[in-house]
């Protein structure tokens, strides 16, 4: 059995109630991946940083998970070019 290991970094960072986050996928066997998004506070909200760094990071790991899908259906495109549409769809439900 191989087992791999993937590290995701997750970069915050705050400036006038704006948070930013960049989340970075590095694999061994490929190019890294990377996705950035952003949260912005409220004028009527506290500033409550954690709030925004939950929000930026989670909207930052959901696009680096669609980029990750996309990614998958394109090395499956490219490996099997006989098979002719891929059997995963980037825009297929999760499964439960």
Do not use: K, Q
Not at 30 to 44: D, I, K, S, W, Y
């Amino acid at each position: 059995m191989h087992t791999r290991t993937w590290h995701v970094t997750i970069n915050l960072s705050e400036h006038d109630g704006l948070t930013r986050a960049e989340a970075i996928l590095r694999t061994d066997s490929g190019p890294e991946l990377r996705h950035e998004a952003v949260a912005r506070l409220h004028p009527g909200d506290r500033d409550v940083p954690e709030i925004g760094d939950e929000l930026a990071a989670c909207r930052a790991l959901s696009g680096l998970a669609h980029d990750l899908l996309d990614a998958a259906v394109a090395d499956v495109e490219e490996n099997d070019p006989a098979s002719g549409t891929p059997s995963i769809a980037a825009d297929s439900p999760t499964p439960a």
